[in-house]
């Protein structure tokens, strides 16, 4: 970072404030966090907050009973579903937790399906169970 954004930086966010969640802003504008309108990001921003909220999810994720015994395939799964999901609503599938602490893959997959999230998520569901069970990816 440059020093003119080393010394902005303090400015902005004291003139901003932080906001967790959306609000909008004086004018209408769907905003987040120190003042971050959430209209026309660009793909490398996007892909960039993208990855830093990922790495908070493994991190999160480290804390649930056998993740750390899965293989990386398995644990990409329960990353994906703490980005998607967050951890208060990824503790709720119980059955699928327990699974994972038994390594009854066969089990945390229909766990997965039999969820009203894979109902809201469809294929995207079908895809990551598949993978939970076979801990093989596709791509």
Known sequence: MSAELDIALPRVKSAEG????VYLD?????TIGYGCALQDWPEPFA???????L?????EC????GYLDLD???RSVLIEMMFNLGPTRLSGFHDLLRAIRDKDY?????????SKWAMQVKGRAVRLATIME???DPQ
Do not use: H, N, Y
């Open 55 to 59: 790495e908070q999810a493994e991190t």
């Open 72 to 74: 990386p395939t398995r």
């Open 62 to 65: 480290a804390s649930i009973a």
């Open 47 to 53: 892909s960039a907050v993208s990855k830093i909220q």
């Open 134 to 136: 076979t801990g093989v």
């Open 106 to 114: 066969i089990a945390a997959k229909e766990a997965m399906l039999d």
């Open 18 to 21: 932080f906001r967790p969640s």
């Open 26 to 30: 004086t004018v209408g504008v769907q």
